[in-house]
């Protein structure tokens, strides 16, 4: 159970450790007891973010890594949302990350292995700072799925990769989101961890065609719920005693 600042996995809701469908977590998976620490005071009380860290391209992938008049090659989207308290309030303030695959499904990293082409006007990440109301919203193109090293035919489901911070550097959640649709969500060996259906669900943006721009983009709705009966799954939520 809970024990200080610390919460326990729903187990109901988060992934086990152990589930050999998704290979990498056979050795990712703890074979022994946990040990819980405290959080130190420089954890609670370190680097908090402020709007005047953002740079002016940080929330529009379109164009944060394009040359001058260039822009990102996809389908162009706005993601949308807000971040929420476990009463529905919105959070202020909280740094939000993003980092996705292009269009074609390859991400820009070195050790990046998928035979689709790096577009070089797409970087694949960016960030923002959500408003007084927890709201936030992005640019950027529509991440193709990729293939990946597990069961030999396994694909990711489109996704972006959302890092949330909270009031202190050690604050940080991590979670991904998914496209109302796509039929490699219910395929995938790294969603099919998770235990419940409704959890997945609240992974999965719908189209929201009332924040599309008409003739340029269309827009996906996320939610981020930090806590509570309705919470986001988070990858990397602290385990307590
Ligand atoms: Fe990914």
């Given at each position: 159970m809970s024990d200080g600042p610390l919460f326990s996995r729903e187990r109901t809701w988060h992934p086990p450790a152990?589930?050999?469908?998704?290979?990498?977590?056979v050795t990712r998976a703890p074979s022994r007891a946990l040990v819980s620490f405290p959080p130190t005071l420089s954890e609670e009380t370190g680097p908090v973010f402020d709007h005047d860290v953002l740079g002016p391209l940080d929330n529009d992938l379109l164009h944060n890594?394009?040359?001058?008049g260039e822009s990102a090659i996809g389908q162009r989207i706005i993601v949308h949302g807000r971040v929420l308290d476990e009463t529905g309030r919105g959070v202020p303030n909280a740094l939000v990350e993003f980092w996705q695959a292009n269009?074609?499904?390859?991400?820009?990293?070195?050790?990046e292995g998928y035979l689709a082409p790096l577009d070089?006007?797409?970087?694949g990440c960016g960030r923002t700072i959500t408003s007084e109301d927890g709201s936030y919203h992005f640019r950027t193109v529509k991440p193709g799925p990729y293939p990946w090293p597990n069961g030999g035919n396994d694909w990711r489901p489109a996704h972006i990769h959302f890092s949330v911070f909270g009031a202190?550097?050690?604050q940080r959640l991590i979670t991904q989101m998914y496209f109302e649709g796509d039929p490699l969500i219910w395929r995938c060996p790294i969603v099919a961890t998770i235990p419940s259906r409704e959890a997945v669900e609240q992974l999965i943006a719908p189209l929201d065609m009332n924040a599309t721009i008409p003739m340029d983009s269309r827009a996906y709705k996320f939610d981020i719920v930090?806590?509570?009966?309705r919470a986001t799954l988070f990858e990397n939520r602290p385990e307590g005693t």
């Open positions: 152990f589930t050999p469908g998704y290979k990498t977590s890594f394009a040359a001058p269009a074609g499904g390859r991400y820009r990293h070195k050790k070089p006007n797409f970087g202190s550097f050690a930090l806590r509570g009966r």
